[in-house]
C-alpha cells in the first residue's frame, strides 16, 4: 500500500504580512481539502516575525504567532528575527500562546539547558502510523544569542548527533534548516539520511526544488512571495519513500480573500495604538537627510555616543526613514525612523585602523546604494557620516577636536551591520562590543528623555 503525504511550508515571511491573507486562504484551502483523507504538514522555516512592521512591533512578535495558529501551522523553528531581535524575556514569552510546537535542535539557554517553548526534534506519526523525525536548525549567530542569554550549538554536529539518535524511530527525515544554501549542502554531505531538507535563512527558492544525492532540498524565497509544497509517497510494504517532488506557488496568482484590506487596516491600527504612548517630547523638529548632515544625525550622533561611552561614532544617513516632529515623539514615531532591527556596537581599533576605515568610508558608489538585509530597512545607505570625527582642511583627522595618533587606541560606536565585513571587512576580526538587546531606536528613546530632563531642569 502506498500513502502520499503533503507538506507545505514557507520561510522568510519578514512579516510582510501583505501576502498572509492569500497565504492564509490558501492554507485552510489544502487543509479542509486533505483532513478527511490524508496525511499533511504545514510548517514555517524561520523569520516570520520581523520589528521593521508595525504590527510585529505593537505586539513584540506575539501577533505573529497568532496569525501562525490562525492558519494552524503544525511545527515552526526560529530565524534569527526571532532569535536575535527580541530580548532573552520577549522570546521567552513568544510563544506562550501558541497552538504548534517549536522545534530548534541547536538552542539553549546558557546553562545548557532547552527552553520549555522548544522541542530538540519531534516524531510526528500519521493516522496510518508513518514515523516523521522533524529536526531543525537555526543560523550561529553566536556572540548575538550569548549577549541574550542563549547559546546556539554549532548546527551540523548537533544535527548529525540528534539525526543518529533518531534515525532508527522514524520512517522520514526531515529537517527544517534556518541555515542557508551553503550550508544545507553541507549538511547533506555530512546527513545523506536526510529525506527533505525545508531551506531558509539565504532567501534562495527552488520552484521544483533541488536534488542533491538523495535529498530534496525546497525553499520558497522570501516574503511570503510562494508557498511550497512536498508531496512524499510513502510504501508501507518497503517501509520507505518511493518518490518526491517539490513545487511553489507564487502567492501573486493566488486569490485574494475580500477581507484582506480590512485586516491590514486592523493589523496596523493594532500596531499604532500599542505604539502611541509618548516617549520623549522634541524641541524642535529634527529633519532626515540622506545625502548630507542632518539636525537628526547630530542628534543621533552625540545619543550614540553618550549611551556608549565611546570615543567617536560612525553612522550611515540612510538609517533616517522620517523626521522626528517637534513636541510629543510616539514609540510609533520613533518606529517610523528607524524600524530597523540593528544594534549599537563598539569597535577597538587602533589609529592606524580607524584611519583606514574614514577613507574606506569615503567610497562615493556608497551613498546611493541600495542596501538589503544586514538588518537594514530603508532604501540608500545614504552618506556615511561621523560624530567627533572631523577632517581638517589639511587632511589632519581630529578626534575630538586632538589629532588622531597612528600608534593610539580608540573606542568606535557604530551600528552592527557594519561588523559583518560587507562594507569594512576589518572590522569582522576587530575586538566587537555588541550592545544588547537594545536597537539603535532605543538609543534615540533614551538620549531623547535625558534631553528633555535636561531642560526641565
Given at each position: ?89 520577549e ?11 517549536v ?8 546553562d ?7 522541542k ?10 508513518i ?13 548575538y ?7 546556539v550549538?554549532d ?48 532567501h534562495?527558492?527552488?520552484e ?45 496568482e ?7 484590506s ?18 520623549f ?5 529634527l529633519?532626515k ?10 542628534f ?9 561611552g ?8 540612510g538609517i ?12 510609533g ?18 589609529g592606524?585602523d ?15 546604494l ?21 577632517e ?51 538609543v ?14
Open positions: 500500500m502506498k500513502e502520499t503525504i503533503y507538506i507545505y511550508h514557507t520561510n522568510d515571511l519578514h512579516s510582510h504580512l501583505e501576502n498572509w491573507p492569500s497565504i492564509h486562504h490558501f492554507l485552510s484551502n489544502k487543509r479542509k481539502m486533505h483532513e478527511k483523507k490524508d496525511s499533511y504538514l504545514i510548517l514555517d522555516i524561520g523569520d516570520h516575525v520581523d520589528r521593521s512592521n508595525i504590527y510585529t512591533e505593537g505586539t513584540l512578535g506575539k501577533g505573529n504567532v497568532k496569525l501562525l495558529n490562525e492558519a494552524k501551522y503544525d511545527y515552526v523553528t526560529i530565524g534569527n528575527n526571532e532569535g536575535i531581535t527580541l530580548s532573552h524575556e522570546l521567552d514569552s513568544l510563544y506562550t500562546e501558541a497552538n504548534f510546537e522545534i530548534v535542535s541547536n538552542f539553549t539557554n546558557l545548557g539547558e532547552i527552553p520549555n517553548w522548544v530538540p526534534y519531534k516524531i510526528h506519526q500519521t493516522p496510518s502510523g514515523k516523521i523525525g522533524i529536526v531543525a536548525a537555526t543560523a550561529d549567530y553566536g556572540v544569542y550569548e549577549k541574550l542569554g542563549w547559546h550549538q548546527p551540523i554536529p548537533r544535527l548529525k548527533n540528534v539525526c543518529k539518535e533518531i534515525s532508527s524511530q522514524v520512517d522520514i527525515l526531515i529537517c527544517m534548516s534556518h541555515l542557508g544554501k551553503s550550508q544545507d549542502e553541507i549538511l547533506i554531505e555530512q546527513i545523506p539520511s536526510l529525506d527533505l531538507i525545508l531551506g531558509a535563512h539565504t534562495h527558492l527552488f521544483e526544488g533541488k536534488w542533491l544525492g538523495n535529498t530534496l532540498q525546497a525553499a520558497t524565497g522570501k516574503f511570503g512571495m510562494y508557498i511550497g509544497r512536498v508531496i512524499l509517497e510513502f510504501d508501507h510494504i518497503s517501509k520507505k519513500i518511493v518518490s518526491k517532488e517539490a513545487k511553489v506557488y507564487p502567492t501573486d493566488l486569490p485574494v480573500p475580500e477581507y484582506a480590512q485586516l491590514q487596516m486592523r493589523w496596523e491600527y493594532e500596531g499604532k495604538v500599542q505604539l502611541s504612548h509618548t516617549v517630547n522634541n524641541p524642535v523638529k529633519e537627510e540622506w545625502f548630507h548632515e542632518s539636525e537628526l544625525a547630530k543621533f550622533g552625540k545619543g550614540l555616543l553618550e549611551y556608549t565611546a570615543d567617536c561614532a560612525m553612522f550611515p544617513a533616517f526613514l522620517k523626521d522626528l516632529p517637534e513636541g510629543p515623539v510616539t514609540a514615531d520613533l518606529h517610523q525612523c528607524l524600524p530597523h532591527p540593528i544594534n549599537p556596537c563598539i569597535i577597538t581599533l587602533s592606524a580607524l584611519l583606514e576605515i574614514i577613507e574606506q568610508s569615503k567610497n562615493d558608489k556608497w551613498p546611493h541600495e542596501v538589503k538585509g544586514l538588518g537594514f530597512r530603508g532604501k540608500f545607505l545614504g552618506n556615511v557620516l561621523f560624530e567627533q570625527i572631523v581638517r582642511e589639511d587632511g589632519v583627522i581630529l578626534i575630538q577636536g586632538s589629532p588622531l595618533i597612528i600608534q593610539d587606541t580608540y573606542r568606535l560606536a557604530t551600528l552592527d551591520m557594519f561588523t559583518f565585513g560587507y562594507f569594512f571587512p576589518s572590522f569582522k576580526t576587530a575586538k566587537k562590543q555588541y550592545i544588547m538587546p537594545e536597537t539603535i531606536r532605543d534615540v528613546k533614551w538620549y531623547g528623555i535625558k534631553e528633555e530632563h535636561k531642560c526641565r531642569a
